[in-house]
């Protein structure tokens, strides 16, 4: 299984951003989906997963800005970052888990510059 992330990159303070994340290769049907993110010198931490019955669970300090969507049917997580801060840069790595195992995607860089 390989998860590909494509989209981040610059925003400003306010700003907007697009992630988007596709498994491929030996597709299951993941549990959990989601998205976490490390910030420099920092560990790295839940942003937001989706569990495939639909249940979202979001890190606190992005409820009411980001959301995360799933399409289970292409084995796609997307997450919307909305008002933008500039404590949400770091590296945003995608994530999906089975019953036996966990996968995490290469990484994604966010800078949000003021």
């Known amino acids: 299984v390989q998860l590909q992330a494509s989209g981040g990159g610059l925003a400003q303070v306010g700003g907007s951003l697009r992630l988007s994340c596709t498994a491929s290769?030996?597709?299951?049907?993941?549990?959990?989906m989601g998205w976490y993110r490390q910030a420099p010198r920092q560990g790295r931490e839940l942003v937001a997963v989706v569990h495939k019955s639909g249940n979202i669970n979001y890190a606190d300090y992005v409820k009411g800005r980001f959301t995360i969507s799933r399409d289970n049917a292409k084995n796609t997580v997307n997450l919307y970052m909305n008002i933008l801060q500039s404590e949400d840069t770091g590296v945003y790595y995608c994530?999906?888990?089975?019953?036996?195992?966990?996968?995490w995607g290469q990484g994604t860089q966010v800078t949000v510059s003021s």
């Open positions: 290769g030996s597709i299951f049907k993941f549990n959990d």
């Open positions: 994530y999906a888990d089975t019953d036996s195992s966990d996968y």
